[in-house]
């Protein structure tokens, strides 16, 4: 049966056989009203090849809607952050009732939205609006209870978060003449990606603007540093800017970010003594010999104690990722020497320094143990990711003496578990 106000194709074939299966651009199939529109009224550009409504012009072609559905989806209301139509209007009723105050604060207070800095009833009626222009999506939902709620004197929605100091800069390109840059970076529009997902525009969540003048959603700078270091070897790439590379500081992310900024100063104080160990006669700076010791040493964190210990060289790290393999780690694994000692009872340094600098060499070779695996067995980066112990036939390579030994110190022969003692007694000595 042809549908009521469709006229036959005029294709014997068609006719006799729609609907076929045809899907729309969200995965549906397509209706027989649609399918007779398409075969109608889809044409191709001969120059650009793009597909386009003969009858209403429009470009790309309107799959799945007649051009009298797709003028009415067009003109539709729709939510402010994913963009799907919305058929109700609360904010009209609500108009039209005339509310008091106290019903305009309790109906927001339900939302769960935030009205503190309402002050008079036509401030409480924006935020209503705001309301009424979010679906029903849970994860919508959500992300309006996070959002800043204000309205620009240009008439647009703040896309910022709840609780900020200073709002977000209005982002619409037509506002950008009457809005100051912030340490030279260009003002993105609301619908650029983020830097940090590059899946959604800016305008799809409430956004920060980092101290160095990026800007990105708030989930994904938050999501960034809760994910933390992506291998065994801490690195601090999550804490910065993907943009400029400065650290991120935002009044918002201040908690989430506490933990990994003291984690970070605990670093940099131990490269630093470390550098400063290992060049006692250099001119370096402070800032200088952090700089340095944070780009030439491996700093791994302990799951016993949670405190960074060194583990090697970074250029020993990069000959392995230049093999193009780089190995699963467990967290369980990475144990300081100190919890090292205390487990097997050694004696920690007389001199001051405590248990923090114990180091254990590798069972297998004369390198510094990174790992500490099985409760018994300590690796180096290398022999963690070949595992000669998996091998029964496998002999480890002696040791040529302390003057060729890259240890620098005589150590039980390999194949057996050594406790070197105190690195900065050992790097003092030599």
Not at 47 to 54: I, N
Not at 56 to 80: D, I, Q, W
Not at 268 to 276: L, V, Y
Not at 337 to 356: E, L, N, P
Request: aromatic residues 8%; hydrophobic residues 30%.
């Amino acid at each position: 049966d042809i549908p009521p106000g469709v006229a036959p194709s005029g294709v014997p074939e068609f006719d006799r056989t729609a609907p076929f299966t045809e899907f729309d651009d969200s995965g549906k199939p397509l209706s027989r009203v649609a399918l007779f529109d398409k075969y109608k009224n889809y044409y191709r550009c001969s120059v650009c090849k793009q597909g386009f409504c003969g009858l209403c012009m429009s470009v790309p072609y309107h799959l799945g809607h007649t051009c009298e559905e797709f003028k009415e989806f067009e003109n539709a209301k729709r939510c402010l952050y994913c963009d799907t139509p919305i058929q109700r209007d609360d904010a009209s009723k609500v108009h039209a009732s005339s509310p008091t105050v106290r019903q305009l604060q309790s109906c927001l207070d339900k939302e769960g939205v935030d009205s503190s800095w309402c002050v008079e009833k036509r401030e409480l009626l924006s935020v209503l609006e705001l309301v009424s222009n979010i679906c029903d999506s849970k994860d919508c939902k959500k992300q309006l209870q996070h959002a800043c709620t204000r309205k620009f004197e240009c008439g647009h929605q703040c896309g910022g978060i709840r609780g900020e100091r200073a709002c977000l800069p209005c982002l619409h390109e037509a506002c950008h003449e009457n809005v100051s840059v912030l340490k030279g970076c260009a003002l993105p529009s609301a619908d650029d990606w983020c830097a940090i997902c590059m899946v959604e525009s800016l305008r799809t969540c409430p956004s920060i603007q980092l101290k160095c003048g990026h800007i990105f959603h708030f989930d994904c700078a938050k999501k960034k540093v809760k994910e933390g270091f992506p291998g065994p070897e801490i690195t601090f790439g999550f804490l910065k800017c993907p943009q400029c590379s400065e650290f991120m500081e935002h009044e918002s992310l201040e908690n989430v970010l506490r933990k990994p900024l003291e984690l970070f100063t605990m670093v940099k104080e131990k490269a630093a003594k470390r550098a400063r160990i290992e060049k006692p006669k250099t001119s370096m700076k402070s800032e200088e010999l952090e700089a340095y010791g944070l780009s030439k040493y491996n700093y791994y964190l302990c799951y016993k104690c949670q405190s960074p210990y060194y583990g090697g060289n970074r250029d020993c790290r990069l000959r392995l990722d230049a093999g193009g393999v780089r190995d699963s780690h467990n967290p369980l694994d990475l144990v300081c020497g100190g919890c090292s000692a205390a487990a097997d009872g050694k004696m920690v340094c007389s001199k001051g320094h405590g248990s923090k600098y114990i180091e254990y060499k590798c069972k297998f070779c004369c390198s510094e143990a990174t790992f500490f695996c099985f409760g018994n067995t300590h690796f180096c980066s290398s022999c963690h990711l070949t595992r000669p112990d998996g091998n029964p036939d496998y002999i480890p390579p002696p040791c040529r003496g302390v003057q060729f030994c890259p240890l620098k110190v005589a150590h039980a022969p390999n194949g057996e578990e050594c406790c070197l003692g105190c690195s900065m007694c050992r790097i003092l000595s030599q």
